[in-house]
């Protein structure tokens, strides 16, 4: 692969979509007895949901060949990949990862989804926990309980997308291939970093926060919510979407309603303050597989003006990095969840990583 590559064109983009085509995912759960942090606290029981489409293939001596990891975003979980914009462009029939081909597994991140959480009970005496906990975490969950001890391919959005720098780092004989989208592999810093401390901040100063032991949603969550939009919308489709002042409104004021019900305070602030130690610049070169980088010029959280990816990419041996260019498909830092825009360099990942 060569050492880096901008794409800034995509042409003959068709989004199709074939959910009826699709098994649901099996369900499961895998408690870890004393859970050690990083942060020293420990947890009695940590328990780790996931999701999964297909079975996994060994070859001769035991190795799991066909196994494929998505990690999601902040705030989210492996459900984010069951829908049909995703599910129905990449696990369908004949599509890149066809789940009667490959062992898709979708694991929700410590402190979201159904794994433990600050809500179920512990509130801010939740274990501080960070990326590299999570990482770790996801790691004891393939090998001590899935029994995968090899990756065909990794990927990650947003927060996973950084999760997959830690891993390929940390674990570097683990995986063939990976794919990061939508972050960048350097230290939480500038504007993002801005972001992340706002929302935390807006959470923990609230009179109402009461030190996590609130009763209900503290009323600065409508503040955090505002940022957490705006860094993470497109302007170009809100523009296309929502013509009018009032369209506007009423879709920012159902947006909010929604968000501020479903989403728990400690929840957002731990997940926000989990990304404080992030910081992959370091062992770029020492990273072994294959690597896909793809990031969306429409993202205001790693905007393509830094210039950062093209820089770092330079130091992964087998990296390439794409720009996705502003179109009427990209949605800005949510470019990654749909897969038409992109698959084609997944295609080629999946090409150039075959052993």
């Known amino acids: 692969m060569k050492s880096i590559?901008?794409?800034?064109?995509?042409?003959g983009l068709t989004i199709a979509v074939f959910p009826q085509d699709l098994p649901k995912p099996a369900e499961g759960d895998y408690r870890i007895a004393n859970f050690h942090f990083r942060s020293g606290e420990t947890l009695p029981e940590l328990n780790l949901h996931y999701r999964t489409y297909g079975k996994p293939v060994t070859d001769a001596v035991g190795h799991v060949t066909n196994a494929v990891m998505i990690l999601h975003s902040t705030s989210g979980s492996g459900q984010q990949f069951t829908t049909p914009q995703f599910a129905g462009v990449l696990f369908g029939p004949g599509q890149l990862l066809d789940v009667s081909r490959y062992y898709i597994i979708l694991p929700d991140a410590i402190g979201m989804g159904g794994s433990s959480k600050p809500s179920e009970g512990l509130h801010a005496k939740f274990p501080h926990y960070d990326y590299d906990d999570m990482v770790e975490a996801q790691h004891r969950l393939l090998t001590e309980h899935l029994k995968v001890d090899h990756l065909r391919l990794l990927m990650g959005t947003s927060m996973g997308c950084m999760h997959s720098w830690i891993w390929i780092e940390t674990y570097p004989d683990f995986m063939d291939a990976a794919m990061p989208l939508a972050c960048l592999p350097v230290q939480i810093a500038g504007r993002n970093r801005m972001m992340r401390k706002m929302i935390i901040d807006a959470i923990r100063t609230d009179p109402t926060y009461k030190n996590g032991d609130y009763t209900g949603a503290p009323a600065r969550m409508k503040n955090a919510m505002d940022i957490f939009f705006i860094m993470s919308s497109s302007p170009l489709q809100l523009q296309k979407n929502y013509r009018t002042r009032d369209q506007a409104d009423a879709y920012l004021d159902q947006y909010l309603k929604n968000r501020t019900a479903s989403m728990d305070a400690n929840d957002l602030l731990y997940a926000f303050d989990a990304s404080r130690n992030y910081d992959p610049s370091g062992k770029l070169d020492q990273i072994k597989a294959s690597v896909m980088f793809v990031?969306?010029?429409?993202d205001v959280i790693n905007p393509p003006e830094l210039g950062i990816a093209e820089e770092e990419i330079k130091k992964v041996k087998k990296g390439r990095f794409v720009l996705l260019p502003i179109s009427d498909q990209t949605r800005g830092h949510g470019t990654y969840g749909f897969p038409?825009?992109?698959?084609?360099?997944?295609?080629?990942?999946?090409a150039e990583s075959q052993r």
């Open 340 to 350: 038409a825009i992109w698959k084609q360099y997944l295609a080629e990942l999946l």
């Open 295 to 298: 990031n969306s010029a429409d």
């Open 5 to 11: 590559r901008v794409v800034t064109l995509v042409v």
